[in-house]
C-alpha cells in the first residue's frame, strides 16, 4: 500500500461538473430522468472510466450498473457503495450523483493507495431512483433486494408515453458489458447523499449520521365524473370530478401537516381530461406523496385520506379510484451501523449528528439485503428536487471521506479496533 488512502477533492468536484453537464438546465440545474438519453450518457461516462482504472463492469436486467474493484478472495460477497444518477425534471445537481460519484471516488482512492482487501468494493447505479417518470421510485434497489423486477413494471407508462420495458432493453443494449444477476450477495451497503432538508446547515454540522428513513406512500387518485358544458350546466346538474377534488385537496391540506409536525402531505401531479378551458372535466388524475416516520400514523393517514375522498366524491356524485404506486414502510438502519459512521466522522475530524431522512432513498431497500448505512451532508438553505440545489465543496468532500472512512472499516483496511471489518463469511457483523 502506498500511503492512506485519500479523498482527491479536485477529481471529485470535476467529475461532478461534468456530469452536472448531462443534462443541465438553463437555470443550472438537471434534467436527467430516468432510462432517457441523458442517463444513457452518464451510465457510459462512468463505466469509461471504470474500465480505464481496470475495474470491471457489469449490469442487470434492472439497468442497475456496477463497477467493481476486486479483492483477494472473489467467493466473499462485495462491500457495495452507491446511490442513482437519475434526476427529477427539474432536479439539481447532487441529488444521488454525489453518493455515486463519491462511492466511485472511493474506489480510486483505494486503487491510488494499492490497498488489498480480502473482499471487492463496488459501485452501484441505481435505476430510477427518483420515480418521476416511472412509478415506483427506487426501482432498481428494490428489483435487486428482491431480486425479481415485477412484469408489470415493465409495463408502466411514462409521463413521456414510453413503456418501461422497451427503455430498459434500450438502456441495457446501449452499454454491452456482461449481465449481472439480478440480486447477488453483499455484505453491506453504505450510501452518501445530500440531506435535501435544512437540520445540518442550521447547525453548521457537515455530517449527518442517518438512524433510518421514513415511510412513504404514493397514491394515484382518480375521480370520474361527467363531462358537461361549462356554460350551460347549473349545479344541480354536473357531476364535477375537479368539484370533488378541490374539496378534498383543501380539507387535506388543512388536517394533516397542521396537525402533525412528523406528516408530509404532497401533490405534486394534476390533470384533467379532457382539459378544455370550457368544459366541466369528465375525469380529474392527481397524485398524493404521504409521508411519516411511525408506520401506524402513516397507516391511519392513508385510511383518513381515502375517507375525506370518498365523502367528496359521494358530494359531487363521483366515482373514486386509488391506485398504491409506492408503499415503502419506516426503516431503521442497524445500531451497530449508524456506530460506525460515527466512528468514522471521528476519525476524519469532523462534527457529526443523528438524523432521519425525510426522502426515501436506495438505501432503504439495500437494508433488507446486508448491514446498511447512510452518511448526509448539508446542502444549501435544505433546497431540493429544485434546480437551485447547492452543495458547499467543503460537503461534498466531507461526505466523500466519511464515506470512504466506513468503507475502510468495512474492508478491514484501516485501524479501527472498535469497528472490526464486516465477518469474513457476509453480512452477519454490522
Ligand atoms: C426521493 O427522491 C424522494 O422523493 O424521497
Ligand atoms: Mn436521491
Ligand atoms: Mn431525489
Redesign the pocket.
Known amino acids: 500500500m502506498s500511503g492512506r488512502p485519500a479523498i482527491r477533492a479536485e477529481r471529485l468536484l470535476e467529475r461532478l461538473d461534468r456530469f452536472a453537464a448531462i443534462g443541465a438546465t438553463a437555470k443550472g440545474g438537471v434534467n436527467r430522468q430516468a432510462l432517457t438519453e441523458g442517463d444513457r450518457e452518464v451510465r457510459a461516462m462512468l463505466a469509461g472510466l471504470a474500465g480505464a482504472r481496470g475495474f470491471s463492469v457489469a449490469q442487470d436486467e434492472a439497468a442497475n450498473l456496477f463497477l467493481r474493484r476486486e479483492g483477494t478472495d472473489a467467493g466473499l460477497p462485495p462491500l457495495l457503495l452507491g446511490s442513482h444518477l437519475d434526476t427529477q425534471p427539474t432536479g439539481g445537481r447532487f ?1 444521488g450523483a454525489l453518493g455515486v460519484l463519491a462511492a466511485f471516488e472511493v474506489l480510486e482512492a483505494l486503487e491510488d493507495a494499492g490497498v488489498v482487501s480480502e473482499r471487492a468494493a463496488e459501485v452501484a447505479v441505481w435505476t430510477n ?3 418521476s417518470r416511472f412509478a415506483p ?1 427506487a426501482m432498481g434497489s428494490q428489483a435487486f433486494a428482491a431480486r425479481a423486477l415485477p412484469p408489470e413494471w415493465r409495463e408502466a407508462r411514462s409521463t413521456d408515453g414510453a413503456r418501461l420495458g422497451t427503455e430498459l432493453a434500450a438502456t441495457i443494449a446501449a452499454l454491452p458489458v456482461p449481465l449481472a444477476p439480478l440480486g447477488f450477495p453483499i455484505a453491506a451497503y453504505l450510501e452518501l447523499h445530500i440531506e435535501q432538508g435544512p437540520v445540518l446547515e442550521r447547525e453548521d454540522t457537515p455530517i449527518g449520521v442517518v438512524t433510518g428513513i421514513q415511510g ?1 406512500l404514493w397514491l394515484e387518485v382518480e375521480i370520474t365524473g361527467q363531462a358537461a358544458h361549462a356554460g350551460t350546466t347549473p349545479l344541480g346538474f354536473r357531476r364535477d370530478p375537479m368539484r370533488a377534488a378541490a374539496a378534498a385537496m383543501a380539507e387535506l391540506y388543512g388536517g394533516i401537516m397542521p396537525a402533525d409536525s412528523d406528516a408530509r402531505f404532497t401533490i405534486g401531479r394534476i390533470e384533467a381530461e379532457p382539459g378544455s378551458v370550457n368544459a366541466v372535466p369528465e375525469r380529474v388524475r392527481f397524485t398524493i ?1 404521504l409521508r411519516h416516520p411511525d408506520a401506524c400514523e402513516l397507516a391511519a393517514l392513508a385510511l383518513r385520506i381515502r375517507g375525506v375522498l370518498e365523502s367528496a366524491c359521494a358530494e359531487a356524485g363521483c366515482a373514486l379510484s386509488i391506485r398504491r404506486l409506492v408503499d415503502m414502510p419506516p426503516t431503521a438502519f442497524p445500531e451497530a451501523m449508524v456506530e460506525r459512521v460515527e466512528a468514522s466522522a471521528r476519525r476524519a475530524g469532523l462534527a457529526s449528528r443523528r438524523i432521519v431522512s425525510g ?3 436506495d438505501a432503504l431497500y439495500l437494508a433488507r439485503c446486508a448491514p446498511t448505512a447512510m452518511i448526509f451532508c448539508p446542502c444549501r438553505d435544505g433546497i431540493s ?1 429544485n434546480e437551485a440545489e447547492h452543495v458547499e465543496p467543503r460537503f461534498a468532500v466531507a461526505g466523500a471521506t466519511v464515506l470512504l472512512e466506513a468503507a475502510l472499516s468495512l474492508l478491514g483496511a484501516a485501524d479501527t479496533a472498535s469497528h472490526p471489518p464486516i465477518a469474513a463469511s457476509g453480512p452477519s457483523a454490522a
Open positions: 441529488d431512483e427518483e420515480g421510485g412513504t406523496d426522502a426515501f432513498h428536487h
